[in-house]
């Protein structure tokens, strides 16, 4: 007599739970999936487990995600497109942060149950081409970094002297990949913004700038500001003024203040007047202004602006 040997699903007991956790499986032959479905396909998840999880004033999402494909499409992107789950995954969080930070300018709280998101994609022996399902979790943890640091020394390239600092595992950690198929990431909350009590223009965020500092307290930190008002000044380390309309960069490279940036919603342009001691947007320099006289220069959104020679920042547009 034959024995029919099971597979590692029905072992596992998985066979029959995938299948009944998606509606979408489905018994006809489809077209083989595209990282853009896949891509959309998470964020529709996403959103869905707000709209299911939240209560009161209180966003909640899931940060795990079991990810399931056919065995074909699943060895399409692991064998034809190696790498590509991981892009989606960068592009898939990046859009959780702009749909949170969406969630707290509408005056939500947004405070994750976990330190990290998780993606996992497998394959099952009975979908077709096309069909996927997905599981989300909560996966509760702390969202509070490890105590424990790492002690790195490097010897920058300007001063040739070596250095030794502590710094914390998580920001070497930003992106880990274990094996084919699972990744982590750390939930960064430096992206999301906390004030949401700001008269916007329009009644909606303008533009949106971000910087990386050299500050060692600040080290692997992205700083991110949302414009809400029509006229906004860039400001250092030494800025006293706590204002909807100042973005303090908390480095000694940036002067107090260093520029200022208007929009004008009639040509819907944004402009810029630099205090500095040297501001250079798209590698071309700006001259200086005082306050009796600014010399407003056209700032093209998606630029890149260095104050100083050493502290970048990008605006984009919201």
């Not at 739970?17 to 998840?45: A, C, G, N």
């Not at 009796?292 to 220069?297: G, M």
Request: hydrophobic letters at 35%; charged letters at 25%.
């Amino acid at each position: 007599m034959t024995k029919t040997k099971s597979s590692f699903w029905q072992r596992m007991g998985f066979h029959d739970w995938f299948l009944k956790r998606e509606i979408e499986y489905t018994t006809h032959q489809t077209q083989p999936l595209t990282t853009d479905e896949i891509y959309q396909y998470i964020v529709d998840k996403f959103e869905n487990s707000i709209k299911e999880l939240s209560f009161a004033n209180r966003i909640v999402f899931f940060h795990e995600y079991i990810v399931c494909f056919n065995q074909e499409d699943y060895n399409q992107f692991t064998q034809n497109k190696n790498g590509i789950f991981g892009l989606i995954v960068q592009e898939s969080v990046k859009k959780f942060y702009d749909i949170l930070n969406q969630e707290i300018q509408n005056g939500k709280t947004v405070a994750p149950s976990s330190n990290k998101w998780v993606f996992r994609f497998v394959a099952h022996p009975e979908y077709l081409r096309g069909d996927k399902s997905l599981i989300g979790k909560l996966m509760p943890g702390s969202t509070q970094p490890k105590n424990e640091n790492l002690r790195i020394t490097f010897i920058p390239r300007q001063t040739g002297i070596a250095e030794t600092f502590d710094v914390n595992p998580e920001l070497l950690d930003g992106f880990i990949f274990y094996s084919d198929g699972y990744y982590e990431v750390a939930y960064d909350n430096h992206l999301m913004s906390p004030d949401h009590s700001v008269t916007s223009v329009n009644g909606k965020v303008v533009a949106r700038l971000e910087t990386i500092i050299p500050d060692r307290e600040y080290a692997g930190k992205k700083i991110e500001y949302f414009m809400k008002d029509k006229e906004i000044t860039v400001s250092g380390k030494d800025e006293n003024k706590e204002q909807s309309n100042i973005f303090r960069i908390p480095s000694e490279w940036v002067n107090t203040p260093h520029l200022k940036i208007r929009y004008d919603d009639k040509d819907d342009s944004f402009y810029l007047a630099s205090y500095g001691e040297k501001t250079i947007v798209n590698e071309t320099q700006i001259p200086s202004s005082n306050h009796n006289d600014l010399k407003w220069v056209r700032l093209p959104l998606n630029s890149r602006i260095v104050l100083n020679g050493i502290v970048g920042v990008n605006i984009f547009k919201s």
